[in-house]
């Protein structure tokens, strides 16, 4: 049993002015697993003054010295990755093999893909050749409120706090109450990495307490935001009375559209995606529409598919599908599959309560929903579980029209042999990001969402613009030194 009772501010390990504590549950168990502290105003408010403190001579030092600092962070974190695989699958439930290769490395590459946008990022730019004397600066917009969840905790983090350290701005984070584990890892990682003191800085809190003095904090230039939909447009009405900038990384319901004409993995493919991390994902394609004359034939590979998952412990090695975050989010998912069954869709995979041979811990059957329609409550909710709806499609109008009636727009999905229709798809769907035919987004693509799924682009050079204020200035002498 863990208990974090500190906070990483100014360059120090600090007790928190409050008394409040949350409890951290082993998902695979329902055994009491650790606690931390949760973060009062006061605490928040120190941290802050300290980012505040530290932010001229961070931003204004060479940013050679920043690109150093952010590969010192690289190497001491690479030589802490077992220790943050440990730390995510037991704060947040991810099989030990999982967080190994998927959870904890995803970091380093963020860290990867962000030295190699700043190669060559230009912070000074010229307007035009129409305009010599007019300079653009991108300049840091200073300290940013940091906001992240549970799901793929050092990912989010990384997203954020490598290009911010790497532009110059000065932080204040505040994890997960569900995952403190990991970050309470990286603020020794970056302690380690001899970062400056009030560079970066670590609250623990929950969203109401510390999340919320943190959004509207008079020195809070920027808030980047990583969560639910719900909490996002909180957050937006709370920063307006301080004008902040707010990034908004949300929910999702992705579709993912099959055509007939689709290799013969893409409704396995499309199942595995849905279920990784246990379907906690936002990206997760969890509307699968599928062209009606191979529609049968895909719930049949979807039900094969999905009952092929094995579920298990998350400290067993091994491929298993494990448990969900918490009591609250098993709770959740199974009204969902009780809703799917009461409103008409046809189970054809798994179905409520545990999945045989469980007597506890929060784990859920890999369910799949046929004969859904996009009125549903599964198919317009995010579930954020293992649950697959499938509905058919008569044509690419149709596919387009199902796939755009949701709120959401975060990654949609297309498996087509047609070159040109899937270009066609790719420009029709409204979505921040479209991948098709299986093949991953590149290094270094941007990583957002439009309507409810968000504002922001996390990843490469937009990752970078992120936290950049654009300043336009004329009568520049680019003669002369400063
Ligand atoms: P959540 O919104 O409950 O919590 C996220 C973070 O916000 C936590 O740190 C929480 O303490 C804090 N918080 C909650 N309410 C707040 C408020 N009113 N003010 C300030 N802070 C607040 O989300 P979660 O359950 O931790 O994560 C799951 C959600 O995150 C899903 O909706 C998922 O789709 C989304 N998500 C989005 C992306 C993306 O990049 N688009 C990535 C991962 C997760």
């Given at each position: 049993m863990r208990e974090l009772?500190?906070?990483?501010?100014d360059g120090q390990w600090v007790k928190s002015a409050s008394a409040g504590r949350h409890v951290l549950i082993d998902p695979s168990t329902e055994e009491e697993s650790g606690a931390v502290a949760l973060g009062a105003a006061d605490d928040v408010d120190a941290a802050v003054s300290a980012a505040a403190s530290a932010f001229t001579a961070w931003a204004s030092c060479e940013l050679g010295e920043r690109v150093a600092a952010v590969k010192r962070l690289r190497h001491v974190?690479?030589?802490?990755?077992?220790?943050?695989?440990?730390?995510?699958?037991?704060?947040?439930?991810?099989?030990?093999?999982?967080?190994?290769?998927?959870?904890?490395?995803?970091?380093?590459?963020?860290?990867?893909?962000?030295?190699?946008?700043?190669?060559?990022?230009?912070?000074?730019?010229?307007?035009?050749?129409?305009?010599?004397?007019?300079?653009?600066?991108?300049?840091?917009?200073?300290?940013?409120?940091?906001?992240?969840?549970?799901?793929w905790p050092m990912s989010q983090i990384a997203l954020k706090v490598v290009p911010a350290l790497l532009v110059g701005c000065t932080m204040v984070l505040k994890p997960s109450e569900y995952a403190p584990f990991s970050s309470a890892l990286l603020a020794e990682i970056i302690d380690e990495a001899n970062i400056p003191a009030g560079v970066f800085n670590l609250v623990h809190g929950d969203g109401m307490t510390a999340g919320t003095r943190l959004v509207e904090h008079p020195d809070v230039a920027m808030i980047s935001f990583t969560g639910s939909t719900?909490?996002?447009?909180?957050?937006?009405?709370?920063?307006?009375?301080?004008?902040?900038?707010?990034?908004?990384?949300?929910?999702?319901?992705?579709?993912?559209v099959i055509f007939a004409d689709a290799d013969a993995d893409a409704v396995a493919r499309g199942v595995t995606s849905c279920f990784i991390n246990s379907g906690q994902n936002c990206n997760a394609p969890t509307r699968?529409?599928?062209?009606?004359?191979?529609?049968?034939?895909?719930?049949?590979?979807?039900?094969?598919?999905?009952?092929?998952?094995?579920?298990?412990?998350?400290?067993?090695?091994?491929?298993?599908?494990?448990?969900?975050?918490?009591?609250?989010?098993?709770e959740r998912v199974q009204s969902y599959i009780e809703q799917g069954i009461a409103e008409g869709a046809r189970l054809v995979a798994g179905g409520s309560g545990r999945p045989a041979g469980f007597n506890r811990g929060f784990f859920v059957q890999p369910t799949v929903f046929a004969d859904v329609t996009n009125d549903m409550t599964i198919a317009r909710e995010e579930i954020f579980g293992p649950v697959l709806s499938i509905m058919a499609f008569d044509d690419e109008d149709e596919a387009v029209a199902i796939a755009n009636d949701t709120p959401y727009g975060l990654t949609?999905?297309?498996?087509?042999?047609?070159?040109?229709?899937?270009?066609?798809?790719?420009?029709?769907?409204?979505?921040?990001?479209?991948?098709?035919?299986?093949?991953?987004?590149?290094?270094?693509?941007?990583?957002?969402?439009?309507?409810?799924?968000?504002?922001?682009?996390?990843?490469?050079?937009?990752?970078?613009?992120?936290?950049?204020?654009?300043?336009?200035?004329?009568?520049?002498?680019?003669?002369?030194?400063?």
């Open positions: 009772r500190e906070f990483y501010i974190y690479a030589q802490r990755l077992e220790d943050m695989a440990r730390a995510i699958s037991q704060e947040m439930g991810a099989p030990i093999e999982l967080a190994r290769q998927r959870q904890a490395p995803a970091a380093l590459r963020q860290m990867d893909n962000y030295l190699a946008a700043i190669e060559g990022f230009s912070f000074e730019r010229m307007l035009g050749l129409h305009a010599p004397n007019d300079r653009i600066l991108m300049e840091p917009i200073g300290v940013v409120g940091m906001i992240t969840p549970w799901n719900g909490a996002g447009a909180e957050i937006v009405r709370r920063a307006a009375d301080t004008f902040k900038r707010v990034g908004l990384e949300l929910g999702g319901k992705g579709a993912n699968m529409l599928v062209e009606r004359s191979v529609y049968d034939e895909a719930v049949e590979k979807a039900r094969q598919a999905a009952r092929s998952i094995e579920v298990g412990p998350s400290n067993l090695a091994g491929s298993q599908m494990g448990p969900v975050v918490s009591a609250r989010q098993y949609n999905y297309v498996q087509s042999a047609d070159g040109a229709r899937r270009n066609r798809m790719a420009k029709r769907l409204q979505s921040g990001m479209v991948e098709m035919n299986g093949q991953p987004r590149a290094a270094g693509s941007p990583f957002g969402g439009v309507g409810h799924s968000g504002l922001a682009r996390e990843g490469g050079v937009w990752g970078l613009e992120e936290f950049l204020v654009v300043k336009s200035i004329s009568g520049w002498d680019g003669d002369a030194r400063s």
